[in-house]
């Protein structure tokens, strides 16, 4: 088995999804030339996540809707696996925030709701996701799916290692302030449930929200292989084949 290489894209949020399909067409081209295996971006990115709470509302669509068949269509074009977020209709008054692993052949693999929605911004846009992370497998590597929040609790990485992920792939948006996540909570967490943890972040601001960057790779032991600092970035880490191969399956 090859190493499993990632390219964390730490960006601002787009202006409408126009803008992040341009953007993300641009950045994927970008990864797959350093020969990534996946892309993430930040939390939310095909939409923007803090913005008005009725628009948000409207853009929600179907993980079969036009904005993922677009995202899809990239994906299979560059060869390059693509983990991204956007605002799920959930059938309900609030959509979901959700993340989606689209492979190089433009497949999608798993879509992850966020479990953890954070203070009053998320409660407003966001309805809560009840299933247990999404993980799926790709060439050898189990891997799963958490967003932002659900990453500073213990029990969605304890339900991923139980299912025997290697590696957590983590779209976020943590803000200035809340700098200890990146520096203390994911080593320490990643070295306690033996699973790597590749994290995403925002950066720049969000109308009156500051992203604080530092998008980071941490192996199962707890060491970093890399960290962006608070502007723009494409974080390159690739994480070491894995000493044992869990059995073909995909959930989502």
Known sequence: MEPLRLALWQTPHPRDSDEALQRLDATAGEAAALGAHWLITPEMFLTGYLIDPARLCALAEPADGPLL???R???RRHGLGIVTGWPEASGGARPFN???AIDGTGAPLAVHRKIHLFG??????????GAPPAWFDWRGWRLGLL???DVEHDEPLRQLAAAGARAALVPTANMVGYDAVQQTRLPEA???FGLAIAYANA???EGGTAYNGWSCVCTGEGEGLGMAGRGEALLAAALSAPPSTPPARTRA
């Open 69 to 71: 068949r677009a995202v």
């Open 73 to 75: 269509d990239l994906a």
């Open 98 to 100: 959700s993340a989606v």
């Open 120 to 129: 009053d911004g998320d409660a407003q846009r966001f309805m809560p996701g």
């Open 147 to 149: 967003i932002c929040f």
């Open 190 to 192: 990643a070295r306690r």
């Open 203 to 205: 950066c720049g601001r």
